[in-house]
Each structure stands twice: as structure tokens, then as C-alpha cells.
């Protein structure tokens, strides 16, 4: 069986937005909200697939079982270098809200959903390399006032 990556982002379209989904390498993220995340990832539908692949097994995300109790072990590789380039230029923009990223193993149901504010991640790059499977992540990008 294979994994599947799924993603989105939430927010306001613009010019600066749609350049940078258009001009990633990898991956490619649409915009959506959670709830058009989850019924694609239900039904198995490639609307919010981040890769064209028949399956994500090949990608530093999507293919790496990385040891979650040895966390400070990985590899930093191109691919997950642009999602950490991505979401930092997200974080840039005023209007975006929420990115969502989800590994998931076919034929294996949701486990449910993670919330995380960027600034609540200290090492994005360990944070990618160590997605778990079957989880959404909510990852919030507008700046937290106390």
C-alpha cells in the first residue's frame, strides 16, 4: 500500500498567492478549506493531491517512515526545503490563514487533526520530516496577539 499527500491552503486569492502555488517544483497546493480537504481525502478524489504520482511513496515526506523517538535525526532534501520556503513566503501575506498537510496511508481512515501555529514550530524542517501518517495538519499563519 502506498501513501498519499494532500494539502491546501486557506485564504484570500491574489496575485502574489497564485505565483507562489504556481511556481512550486514539488508540490502543488490549491486553494480550499478544511472541509473540501477532507471529503476529497474520504473519497479518495486527486483534487487536493499535492503531486501528479500514482503515489507519494517516492517523496521526502511521503515515503520516509522517520523514528519519532530519535526526532533529531533527518535528512534536510529539496522537497522538503520548498515546503519550508513556502510556508515562510505564506506567512508574508496578509491574507492567508491556514495551510493544511496531510500523509495519508491507503485504506487507513483520518485519525482526526492537529493544530499548530507557525510560530509554535521551532524547526519546520524536522517538523516535514516527521509528519505522521493520518492527521491533518492545521497549520496557522497569521501572527498570535496576546
Known amino acids: 500500500m502506498c ?10 486569492v491574489n496575485e502574489n498567492l497564485f505565483n507562489k502555488l504556481n511556481n512550486m517544483k514539488y508540490f502543488k497546493f490549491k486553494l480550499g478549506t478544511y ?7 474520504k473519497k479518495g478524489t486527486e483534487e487536493f493531491r499535492l503531486t501528479n504520482g500514482m503515489c507519494d511513496c ?3 515526506i511521503g515515503g520516509k517512515n522517520p523514528s519519532y523517538d530519535n526526532a533529531t535525526l533527518y535528512e ?10 513556502f510556508i515562510q513566503s505564506l506567512t508574508e501575506l496578509r491574507n492567508i490563514k491556514n495551510l493544511y498537510i496531510c500523509k495519508k496511508y491507503n485504506r487507513d481512515k483520518l485519525e482526526g487533526i492537529i493544530e499548530l501555529q507557525i510560530d509554535d514550530i521551532d524547526d ?23
Open 3 to 12: 501513501y498519499y499527500l494532500y494539502g491546501t491552503v486557506e485564504g484570500d
Open 35 to 41: 472541509s473540501s480537504l477532507v471529503s476529497c481525502i
Open 58 to 60: 517516492a517523496t521526502a
Open 76 to 85: 534536510v532534501d529539496e522537497e522538503i526545503e520548498e515546503y519550508v520556503e
Open 124 to 146: 519546520l524542517n524536522l517538523f516535514f520530516a516527521n509528519i505522521r501518517p493520518n492527521l491533518i495538519y492545521k497549520i496557522g499563519l497569521y501572527k498570535k496577539y496576546f
